[in-house]
């Protein structure tokens, strides 16, 4: 069984009518700009008409966008697991997690959906340990920046100088200012705001594009958006949890406060998912009893909690990176690698493999491929949340420098003792119900 039945790909098509074109315009054939305005206008009507096909009505039922209504489909769960913040063993955590996230974003981001073969024959060439058990001691393309703000030599231990700009480490900062500048209650609309406030790109969707036309934040992932269903909520899920720590349903809110200015039905379940997985993780200390935590957040019988039930059955027979991509490529055939769901069935073989072995988890998770800078930093998230600073080795770490470099309009980095104060304070507002 599929997760989904894709049709077969259109591949080159696009590539070809161009080729096709230009060849003929060389060749002095009559008609060819006429006869590509026919193909626009036929492809343009055949889309329209792709875009209107209904959509299944029992699976929208069983999937709603609606707060309530997704609370109302859910399983039993613990909801909270702690009802006042623990002092140190929070903050010890809390550094552990954001630590974990920034180390398994750093990994993998300079390899980011590079298939596995790749980064072994690239880790080969190098000279270096693969699945890497530490950063990558060269970057391809090295002198090229990521979002014109670190260069991709300086995802290396030579070069590094704090943790490097990367969208995943971005929506961490970015949800900090959220809760610092409206509070435990900001609403979607303040989330809407706070994009066009702070953020110069958002990639890989349309949706930042929808708010500076002044599309409002509850129908902004609405508009033109094919990528609903990606990943884009779930790397924002990390947050929500650090300031919701074992309180699994409060995190969840959050994140789906926030995934709807940019998801819609599994889209924001998966961030709703990775920040319950997270909050109890600091609560529980064991990653994949956290994994199953999570599912008590979303509908039982939307396609990711099957989806993840499924990943769960898997994973003891899902020894290393080349049987996790493996059984990912059979089940999700066809889907897209930065899509939540093929990636959220590999963040948790990441875990399950690595244990309580960071390098391992974070190592194995990167080889894995996909989006594997976000999938590693989840990972990392949610190891750190469940075990602590002290569980993660210093080679991680030691070039971050207390620095967390960013791309948020008017801030160059954050000290990253000041974010672990910062969201103390803010787990401590909410967990006190302030």
Request: with cysteine; charged share 25%; glycine share 8%.
């Amino acid at each position: 069984m599929t997760a989904y039945n894709y049709p077969e790909p259109l591949g080159d098509l696009s590539r070809n009518i161009n080729l096709w074109a230009q060849l003929k315009t060389e060749t002095g054939a009559p008609g060819v700009q006429e006869k590509v305005a026919e193909i626009k206008s036929l492809i343009a009507k055949e889309l329209a008409e792709l875009r209107a096909l209904p959509d299944d009505p029992d699976l929208g039922a069983a999937e709603p966008n609606d707060l309530d209504g997704i609370r109302a489909l859910r399983p039993d769960g613990p909801r909270r697991y702690w009802t006042a913040l623990p002092g140190s063993d929070y903050r010890n955590r809390l550094e552990g997690a954001m630590l974990g996230r920034f180390a398994g974003c750093t990994l993998g981001s300079i390899v980011e959906l590079w298939e596995p073969d790749k980064m072994e024959r690239w880790a080969a060439y190098l000279g270096d340990a693969f699945p890497p058990i530490d950063y990558w001691s060269e970057a391809e393309r090295p002198f090229e920046f990521k979002y014109e703000t670190s260069r991709r030599d300086a995802f290396t231990p030579s070069k590094m100088d704090g943790a490097p700009t990367d969208d995943d480490l971005i929506y961490t900062q970015l949800g900090m200012l959220i809760l610092e500048d409206y509070g435990p209650d900001f609403t979607v609309d303040d989330v809407g705001s706070a994009w066009v406030k702070y953020l110069p790109v958002s990639p890989a969707s349309p949706v930042l594009g929808n708010l500076q036309a002044g599309v409002p934040p509850m129908k902004a992932a609405d508009v033109d958006n094919p990528t609903m269903f990606w990943i884009i909520g779930d790397i924002r899920s990390d947050p929500w949890g650090y300031a919701a720590p074992g309180y699994p349903e409060k995190a969840a809110e959050f994140a789906w406060r926030d995934a709807t200015v940019s998801s819609r039905r599994n889209g924001i379940y998966g961030a709703m998912y990775v920040s319950a997985v997270i909050a109890a993780a600091f609560a529980l200390g064991d990653p994949m009893a956290a994994v199953e935590a999570g599912l008590s957040e979303i509908p039982a019988d939307c396609v990711l909690a099957r989806e993840v039930r499924w990943a769960l059955d898997a994973a003891d027979d899902i020894k290393d990176y080349l049987a996790a991509r493996a059984a990912a490529d059979e089940r999700y055939a066809g889907m897209h690698l930065v899509h939540t769901i093929n990636n959220v069935a590999l963040t948790i073989w990441g875990l399950k493999i690595g244990g309580d072995d960071f390098t391992k988890v974070i190592g194995e998770t990167v080889a894995m491929g996909m989006d594997n800078d976000c999938t590693a930093a989840s990972a990392g998230s949610i190891f750190g949340a469940a075990y602590g600073k002290r569980a993660i080795p210093e080679q991680w770490t030691r070039n971050f420098n207390n620095k967390a470099h960013s791309f948020i309009i008017g801030t160059e980095s954050f000290a990253i003792d000041d974010m672990v104060n910062r969201f103390t304070a803010l787990a401590g507002q909410v967990m006190s119900g302030e």
